[in-house]
């Protein structure tokens, strides 16, 4: 007996029903990038390791998926390093490319090589797949799209408003309701020259980012596993905890941190984008959470995630701002900033709150029945004027039975059928039954036309 084939852990297939899902997903995020002036690009799914390793941090370089060297990749490798098995050693010879981990570092090696061709500031949008090798989970995969859009040249925050809009108007076109969550990581780095301990603003951001997921006791845990000593993490218990509106946080916030020149600095940033947003009339709360910290080394100001408020999902929407990304390939003091919608996981979340609206679900419209060659080619002028007039229309490929066709149409749940035996052709009429009631219409081409203006 064969053996059922199977995809890897990690990823999905996707039906045509399912496609239709994301599309709809899709293009609604591209109309409402490209009504705020973003422009399209894409780049390859591979990249040189030499572009993605240490931009994402030590967890992140561990979540490359490494594509083996064409040929014998073994060539260089001798068995002294093989009997090592030392795998940051070997990967450098095993292996030069890397599938993408996400869309922003690439599109900041894209920014570098065609500077000359590009006018800033620049604003792009990218939806494409992107792959990390994690343990999959509900809501993680190992290949799942992004749907980025990042704007560079500029250190204005109102592209950070920008961006918040864009993600309340997604959202609110998709009838998810989400919290809008915004930190600085200026803000992270004060609280770091607080405790004593600035040369360890990764170690502390990394384990503050997993609050939600693994609860305070665990976070000090971690901090302390560390290095961090008791007292610097007992000096961050009250950052963690803080409760309150928005404006209470952030002068709490100034008050804490008025001794470090950093973390000013990012609470000024957050009280004037909170300025900037009172104005825009969000559908969405935008809440200022001090635990947000995204593990992402590259970013320098600005950090915000969105999570959705009916639905048990991680994030479904993260960004921030990154000031000299492109600093990394040899081009310095180009800010950036940039938001990232989670497909899958938006996906996922439509699915289980049932809100894909129906228009968008459409498919074929009108299917006709096959009953032979004659009939078939009475059939085809009508069709054609049919898709002309923009209606979805396909023709049962084989003339078999009339019941066995029906019932191909009532699976596919197409809402009509059009018969033509020789009485229509006869007539030059058509019979047009609908399947929600069963009822049935003669109708001329005219007439025809007229029902699916």
Not at 41 to 70: H, Q, R, W
Request: aromatic share 8%.
């Amino acid at each position: 007996m064969s053996t059922k084939p199977a995809i890897p852990k990690g990823t999905r297939d996707f039906l045509p029903e399912e496609m239709v899902k994301r599309n709809y997903i899709f293009d609604t995020i591209k109309q409402v990038y490209a009504s705020y002036g973003f422009r399209q690009i894409e780049t390859p799914a591979l990249e040189n390791l030499s572009t993605l390793m240490g931009k994402y941090g030590e967890e992140g370089d561990k979540l490359l998926f490494k594509i083996l060297n064409s040929g014998n990749y073994l060539a260089d490798v001798t068995p002294e390093e093989m009997a090592e098995r030392n795998p940051n050693k070997l990967i450098k010879k095993l292996s030069d490319k890397g599938l993408r981990y996400d869309l922003t570092v690439p599109f900041a090696r894209f920014v570098v090589q065609y500077r000359e061709q590009i006018k800033f500031p620049f604003k792009r949008y990218q939806i494409q797949p992107v792959w990390r090798a994690d343990r999959p989970q509900k809501g993680r995969y190992r290949e799942f799209y992004q749907c980025d859009a990042d704007i560079v040249g500029s250190d204005s925050l109102l592209n950070e408003m920008e961006l918040v809009q864009i993600i309340d108007t997604v959202f609110t076109r998709f009838g998810i309701r989400v919290a809008i969550k915004l930190n600085n990581r200026k803000v992270l780095a004060g609280l770091a020259d607080l405790i004593g301990a600035p040369e360890r603003i990764t170690d502390i951001t990394v384990a503050i980012d997993k609050l939600d997921k693994i609860g305070l006791e665990n976070v000090n845990a971690e901090l302390a596993s560390k290095g961090l000593s008791t007292e610097s993490i007992d000096k961050l218990q009250p950052i963690l905890a803080m409760q309150g509106g928005n404006r209470e946080k952030l002068a709490a916030l100034g008050q804490i941190l008025a001794s470090s020149e950093t973390g000013v600095k990012g609470v000024a940033e957050l009280q004037e984008l909170f300025d900037l947003l009172d104005g825009v009339g969000l559908h969405n709360a935008v809440e200022l959470d001090l635990t947000l910290a995204r593990g992402l080394n590259y970013y320098t100001g600005t950090i915000l995630e969105v999570k959705a408020l009916d639905v048990a999902m991680g994030s479904i929407t993260g960004g921030g701002r990154y000031d000299n990304l492109t600093g990394l390939f040899g081009l310095q003091g180009v800010s950036g900033v940039g938001i990232s919608f989670g497909a899958d996981r938006i996906y996922d979340v439509l699915n289980q709150l049932d809100l894909y609206p129906k228009s968008a679900m459409a498919g074929t419209q009108v299917i006709f029945l096959n009953f032979g060659t004659a009939e078939v080619k009475a059939c085809l002028p009508w069709m054609a004027r049919l898709r002309e007039k923009g209606v979805a229309v396909e023709l049962y490929p084989d003339a078999i039975k009339f019941k066995k066709q029906m019932s191909y149409a009532d699976e596919r749940g197409i809402p009509f059928v059009a018969i033509m035996g020789e009485t229509e052709i006869a007539n030059q009429t058509i019979t047009l039954k609908d399947m929600s009631n069963g009822e049935q219409q003669s109708l001329s081409l005219d007439e025809l036309l007229k029902k699916f203006a």
